[in-house]
């Protein structure tokens, strides 16, 4: 069945990834849904978005990081291994994980939350390229985010922004999401 952009925008959810599927995504495709990142607003073309793409053994690496940063910031607390399986198993499960950075304009007239702002745009064009394709995605912002910079050899004026886990979801399954009335958030003026 074809769907509109108006069901594409209700059923774009986060599908995490013990929710998805196992058939594997195509490259092809991610690189359509990148396109299509690429057409988002942007406060004077800056186009501040960058994305570090990982799959196959990448993955696993990318983990071993995110495991070590996790690590390091509960340094003095208890580490909790579930959570660490999680880290993998997110890693393992997924498909593709985009590393979402933002590169800072040098153009410093734009505030950074309008680079900021145009990267989301870029992840919602992602998002909504995936769910027309059942595709699932979930963006994710664990703590130690800010420390991962060297490991993706970000520069000084680029920074990321959370993790991208993709895979394949069937979005016929999702449930109607509750949201209250549009109406108890707009005010009219004439």
């Known amino acids: 069945m074809e769907k509109g952009l108006d069901q594409i925008i209700k059923i774009r959810r986060a599908i ?4 998805y599927t196992g058939k594997k995504v195509s490259k092809k495709l991610i690189e359509n849904a990148l396109e299509n990142a690429n057409y988002a607003p942007t406060h004077k ?12 053994v990448s993955k696993k690496e990318l ?5 070590s940063l996790y690590k390091k910031e509960i340094t003095g607390k ?8 999680k880290i993998f198993e997110k890693c393992e499960k997924s498909d593709y994980i985009i590393c979402i950075c933002m590169k800072r304009s040098s153009y410093k007239l734009i505030p950074e939350w309008e680079e900021i702002a145009a990267t989301a745009m870029a992840v919602q064009n992602i ?10 995605c ?11 910079n060297k490991f993706l050899k970000l520069k000084s004026n680029e920074r ?12 016929n399954d999702i449930k109607p999401t509750q949201r209250t009335s549009i109406n108890e958030k707009v005010e009219w003026f004439s």
């Open 127 to 136: 998002w909504l390229t995936c769910a027309s394709n059942e595709i699932g």
């Open 78 to 85: 208890i580490i909790i291994k579930s959570r660490i399986e």
């Open 138 to 148: 979930y963006w994710s912002s664990p703590g130690y985010i800010n420390k991962i």
């Open 160 to 171: 990321c922004m959370g993790f991208f886990y993709m895979g394949h979801y069937n979005h």
């Open 45 to 56: 073309l800056t186009q501040p978005w960058l994305f570090k793409i990982y799959s196959g």
């Open 16 to 19: 995490y990834p013990n929710m």
């Open 63 to 67: 983990g071993k990081e995110m495991v």
